[in-house]
């Protein structure tokens, strides 16, 4: 079960992702691109809240999302 830090975390994480139109994919491949090591579908359950990662895990989507939408309008 997540902490509720986690939890928010995720939360966020999954709004920007859905607002910026990005599928799980695309933001899974950028991740694994930077150096992630966990799974598509492990990412696609944290992103639902059914999977704890570890804090260096959700920085990094964290920054991954941030790249792949630094441009986009909105």
């Known amino acids: 079960m997540l902490d ?6 995720a ?3 999954h ?3 859905t607002r910026a139109g990005l599928s799980v994919s ?3 491949w950028h991740y ?3 150096g992630g090591e966990t799974g598509a579908l492990e990412v696609e359950a944290y992103l ?9 895990d959700r920085l990094m989507l964290e920054h991954a999302c941030s790249e792949l939408t630094r441009d986009w309008p909105g």
């Open 15 to 17: 709004h920007a992702t």
């Open 48 to 56: 639902h809240q059914a999977l704890h990662l570890s804090g260096v």
């Open 4 to 9: 509720v830090l986690e939890a928010q975390q």
């Open 32 to 34: 694994f691109s930077l």
């Open 26 to 28: 695309q933001l899974w």
């Open 11 to 13: 939360r966020r994480l």
